[in-house]
């Protein structure tokens, strides 16, 4: 089935993190289904370019902005700038994420900070800066790319578990605070996934992970995209401080 390009006609969407990965499959979703698309990324310029121009391929406007997450003040002038520009924000997508991982006693607390303050403060910034839009147009979907890990936790990763564990209540209390306003908010938890970070891991350890997984594979960046168009979607207007979880049956 051919994707509904009128679904998304003349919104803009912003998706943190879109160079790579789950970020780059979510942009390039919206995009076959009509938004223009805002990617947001702070290095991998060359994969920038280059989903950029996927982007375009699309007929749909685009841009990139490289812009550290983290630096409150650089997303919030970034954010004005691009209301001033084109007049509204329809949908954000928290997804930029880094790992530092260490068992507990070896992790430093630069490397706590340097997480933290990326996956979920990141997240806090983007938001801050679109809400008050937002409530002006009484209309906005926000959606954060949290984890299996935020709800299961997992061995050497106490910095990016807390991370994304943090982004669940944020979505649900922040959920409650922009319902009059049609906002919605919500979060998808991917289980393990098929990009360069899980990439990453031991080949050993991967294979004991896909084995524990029900359905023996990992997952599919455009599996989470679309888990995150629909929740950013008109037609789920009622659905709202909701944690998706897409994992092939890893964590239930």
């Keep these: 089935m051919m994707p509904d390009r009128k679904e998304f006609q003349g919104a803009w969407v912003v998706v943190t993190g879109g160079s790579r990965g789950i970020g780059r499959a979510i942009a390039l979703d919206f995009a076959s289904k ?61 997804c930029a994420g880094i790992n530092r991982d260490y068992t507990f006693t070896k992790l430093t607390v630069e490397q706590w900070h340097e997480v933290i303050d990326t996956n979920l403060t990141g997240a806090f910034n983007c938001s801050n800066c679109v809400w008050d839009q937002m409530k002006t147009q009484n209309y906005g979907r926000i959606v954060s790319i949290s984890s299996v890990v935020g709800q299961a936790g997992n061995f050497g990763q106490t910095n990016y578990s807390a991370s994304k564990a943090g982004l669940l209540g944020f979505t649900k209390s922040l959920a409650q605070e922009g319902a009059r306003n049609n906002i919605t908010v919500n979060a998808i938890c991917p289980g393990f996934v098929d990009t360069g970070m899980v990439r990453g891991m031991p080949p050993d350890v991967l294979e004991k992970v896909i084995q524990k997984i029900p359905m023996h594979r990992l997952g599919q960046p455009e599996e989470i995209a679309r888990a995150v168009t629909f929740l950013a979607s008109p037609a789920s207007g009622y659905i709202t401080g909701q944690i998706i979880a897409v994992n092939g049956g890893f964590y239930m």
Excluded: C, M, P, W
């Design 34 to 94: 009509g938004a223009n698309v805002a990617i947001v990324y702070l290095d991998h310029r060359v994969q920038a370019q280059q989903v950029l121009n996927e982007l375009k391929a699309l007929e749909v406007e685009a841009e990139e902005h490289a812009t550290d997450v983290k630096d409150f003040s650089a997303i919030q002038n970034l954010f004005a700038d691009f209301t001033k520009r084109h007049g509204r924000i329809d949908a954000l997508v928290n």
